[in-house]
């Protein structure tokens, strides 16, 4: 009796462990999966261990503001910890990236100060549902799971065409203000691109102000003359917009 307990054990586990999938999908393929997430490209304006914020530079699917907030979603512990959740996957702080979006849904996630305006993590071992750019470069596994491709701008738009029906045809742009530093790295420029006063602040990295500016001219300066040689957090507002990035005085 002891033998065909443990025959049926070792016949029903692999059919017990389809609850977690292990099908990898190219990005491609997951654009064309999940057809209500939005398609952006961004750059990574700060990450820190459990959240990244990013400036939206193209909405190619779906309606997000000009930044959004991702946070790390736990790894998953499905037969040995396969799901990796980790925003390691996204890069660095000012890398530009193609992202299939996934929302924060109060009903499936608690994260302590997530919002239903918020996205999370997707896991990298079922969807490939990030691609660097670099130089004008695309990188990543786009169509395939053999080899990454690496492809120009232009070349990756007239592909991701191909993925799904209801991309847009041209990008969204976000009138998101421009911030550029002095040379002389004696203050921040601002320039806003649509109406509305613009105010700016600095904080050292306990949260106190340490500059701040507003007005509704062409460009709004915030200065960072007499400041201590360190790391600082910028705030941006301008009417619905609202931008966070570090800022580095040496």
């Not at 459990?50 to 998953?76: H, Y």
Request: aromatic fraction near 10%; glycine fraction near 8%.
């Amino acid at each position: 009796m002891k033998p065909l307990i443990l025959l049926f054990a070792l016949v029903c586990a692999p059919f017990a462990g389809r609850a977690c999938s292990y099908f990898i999908s190219p990005f491609c393929e997951v654009v064309g999966m999940d057809t209500a997430a939005p398609v952006v490209r961004a750059v990574i304006s700060v990450k820190n261990n459990d959240q990244a914020r990013l400036q939206i530079l193209e909405v190619w699917r779906g309606s997000v503001g000009a930044e959004i907030i991702m946070w790390e979603l736990p790894n998953w512990d499905c037969n040995g910890a396969l799901f990796d959740y980790s925003l390691d996957q996204l890069g660095e702080e000012g890398d530009t990236v193609w992202l299939v979006l996934q929302e924060y849904r109060t009903d499936w996630y608690d994260i302590p100060g997530a919002t239903e305006d918020d996205f999370v993590t997707r896991a990298t071992t079922t969807q490939h549902w990030v691609l660097k750019e670099e130089d004008g470069t695309i990188s990543g596994y786009f169509d395939n799971l053999l080899t990454p491709n690496s492809m120009s701008y232009n070349n990756f738009i007239s592909q991701l065409g191909n993925c799904a029906d209801n991309l847009s045809a041209s990008p969204q742009m976000p009138s998101a203000p421009i911030i550029q530093s002095r040379p002389d790295q004696s203050a921040i420029w601002i320039f806003p691109q649509a109406e509305g006063n613009v105010e700016a602040w600095i904080t050292d990295m306990s949260g106190r102000k340490v500059s701040l500016a507003n007005g509704s001219g062409e460009s709004v300066q915030v200065s960072t003359a007499g400041l201590p040689a360190g790391i600082y957090v910028l705030y941006v507002r301008q009417n619905a917009w609202e931008g966070v990035k570090k800022v580095y005085v040496r």
